[in-house]
């Protein structure tokens, strides 16, 4: 079974751009979480994409966005970059509905880095 | 509210010793608890799982015990290896809320 995967391993963008990232989950999962872990920090929740639709986000500004396509697949864009959001960017997947015992599932990330 | 709560690192220590780190919850209902591994450049693992008070979660000779009189789900092993050398999440799941709860992340590094 192929496991969560994430392109690309690593972005390297200019302050003011933009960054898109995609996020393939483990086949039968529709639930899909992002989160970024900044240097020396823990994981802070950005989205949750559920059956195609954004179910909650956390406390990040709107310029942090994503959808999830039809194939559970999903895309986290950043718009405006700037240096903070130089992080390791996780997706994790589930199945909708999961129950008490389930876990998340992560792929390796994406490294990106704005300079 | 849930929440999380590890303790700090970095722990270092050298091969064979024995390995706690802690982790306290909160909890509003029963929530399942995990323990995650980070190795360097990767993302993360399941290490183990307790669903339930009383449960112990193991894997690789790690262990966990879900103590539900003092809210604790701590980290242990007999004997640590180099290749054991990563940072650690405890991590509960709040399926009524869709939601995980993620510790700050303990790092480990063994010494030979």
């Known amino acids: 079974e192929a496991g969560v995967t994430q392109s690309p391993t690593h972005l390297i963008k200019t302050r003011g751009q933009q960054a898109t990232l995609r996020c393939s989950p483990i086949?039968?999962?529709?639930?899909v979480y992002w989160y970024q872990q900044a240097l020396g920090l823990g994981l802070q929740f950005l989205l949750w994409?559920?059956?195609?639709?954004?179910?909650n986000r956390g406390n990040f500004p709107p310029r942090f966005s994503g959808r999830q396509f039809p194939n559970y697949s999903s895309e986290l864009n950043v718009n405006a970059l700037e240096l903070e959001d130089s992080a390791l960017y996780l997706c994790?997947?589930?199945?909708?509905?999961?129950?008490?015992?389930?876990?998340?599932?992560f792929g390796n990330g994406t490294r990106l880095t704005v300079t | 509210g849930n929440s999380v709560t590890q303790m700090e690192g970095p722990v270092t220590l050298s091969e064979e010793a024995f390995l706690t780190i802690n982790c306290t919850y909160t909890?509003?209902?029963?929530?399942?608890l995990f323990w995650y591994v980070q190795y360097p450049g990767e993302g993360l693992q399941l290490l183990l799982k307790?669903?339930?008070?009383?449960d112990k979660g193991s894997n690789k000779g790690f262990e966990a015990t879900y103590r539900k009189e003092t809210t604790s789900f701590h980290l242990e092993k007999g004997s640590v290896q180099v290749s054991d050398s990563a940072v650690y999440f405890c991590?509960?799941?709040?399926?009524?809320?869709?939601?995980?709860?993620f510790g700050t992340g303990t790092s480990l590094t063994v010494i030979p």
């Open positions: 994790a997947s589930i199945m909708t509905g999961w129950s008490y015992n389930s876990p998340l599932h």
């Open positions: 086949s039968g999962h529709t639930s």
């Open positions: 994409y559920d059956e195609g639709e954004e179910r």
């Open positions: 909890a509003t209902g029963y929530p399942s």
């Open positions: 307790a669903t339930k008070a009383d």
């Open positions: 991590a509960l799941s709040d399926p009524a809320g869709n939601q995980f709860y």
